[in-house]
C-alpha cells in the first residue's frame, strides 16, 4: 500500500487563471510516530494538521502533497526515514516529530540538508537552544518552557517538598530537570527523583512506594502516550492522590488521554500551553471543525498539527515556493490562533505562548474536562547558547 497521501487544498480559487498560474504544488515530508507508545499522539497531530490544511489552504493557491513516515518513538528509525524524505523524496519541508529523541537524531540532517523543519512535538531543549538551526521552527513547546512556571507555582501554593518521576530519555530528563530547577531557584526543596525505564515500564508501583516514603508533600511527574494513563491510573489505585497530589507536565492528563485515565485524573494539576477548554475565538472555532472532523476534543498535539499547518499555509501565502523561501518565511510566524497569541522568537526559533495552569475535574455526563487556574505570561526561553541566523 502506498505512503502517498495527497491532500488537495485551495480548490476554490481555480476559477482564477491568474492563481492557477501561480499554483505551487508543496511536497510535505509528515514525519510522526504511528506505531508505538506514540502512536496515537501521531495520529492526533496528522488530523490536526490536515484540518489547518483544509481551514487556512484556501486561497493559497498551493496544493499540499503529503509523504507520510512512521518515525515510531526511535531515533535510528527517525533519522532513516528523514534521510528518506530529504534525499529520496527530496520534499520541500518537513512536519511533525514527536520524541525529543527524535528530534536530537535528525538535527544535522535537516539543518545540513537546509530542510525548513516544522517541529509539531518534540520539546527538545537543545533543538532551539546550543543546536538550534534556521531550519528548525518549533509550533509546539520546549521541555522548559512548559515546566519551568511550575517550580515558582508549586512554592505559591505552599508546596516545598518534592518527589520527581519521569520517563528515563530526553524530555522526561529536560522536563523534570527544568521544574526541579524552577523550584530549588524559589526555595523548593526535591528530597527524592526517578527516572523509569522509557516504553518498558509497565508497573509503577515500586517507584510510587519510594514516593510514598520520601517525605514529599507532592509529586511532579512527565509522561505522555500509554505511559500518562498507566501512571495517573496506577497513582490513583495505590491510594495516593490525597496524601501525596499529583502536579506535573500537563501532557501527563491530555486530553487524548483523559477519558481513559477517568476519575483517576482529577484533582491532578499540571502546566501546559493548551486545552481545548481556553476562552478565546479561536479556540472555539478550531474545537467545533476538529470535533466534526475527528469525532473528539481536541488536544495539545491537535493543535500543534492545526498551527504547524497555518505557519506553513501563511509561509506560502507570503510568496514561498522552496526549501529556501519556506524556511525563510516560517522564521517569520506570528498569529492568535487557539492558544491565544503565538510567534517564532527569532532569538531561537520557538515559540513564545502563554501557559496555563488547569486542574482535571467532574465535567459533563461523568466526563473528565479541564479547569483553567491560572494563565501565566507568556515567556520565551532564554537562548541557551543558540545563535540564530536569518536565512534571508
Ligand atoms: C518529547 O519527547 O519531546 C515529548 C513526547 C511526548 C509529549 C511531550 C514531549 O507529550
Redesign the pocket.
Known sequence: MSNFVKAAVAAVIASSAVAQAQAEDIKVGLLLPFSGV?AA?GEEIETGFRLGLDTFGEGSGASFEIVREDSEASPPVGLAKTRKLVMQDKVDVMAGV????VLGAIRDVVDGAKVPLIVA????DEATGEACSPWITRMSFS?QQVNRPMGKYLVDQGITKVFTIGADY??GQQMIGAFAEAFKAAGGEIVGQEFTPFQKTQDFGPFLAKAKSSGAQAVYAFY??GEAISFVKQYDSFGMKDALPLYGAG?LTSQLYVDAQGRAAEGVVTALHYVPTIDNEANRQFVEAFKVKAGHLPSEYAVHGYDAARALVEAVKSGATDRETLGAALQKTSFDGPRGATAIDPATNNIVQPIYVYQIVAGEGGAQTQKVLSQLPAEADPVNGCEMALIN
Open positions: 506514540y499522539l514527536v520524541s525529543s529523541g512535538n518534540a520539546g527538545n521541555n530526553a524530555a505522555a502516550g501532557f
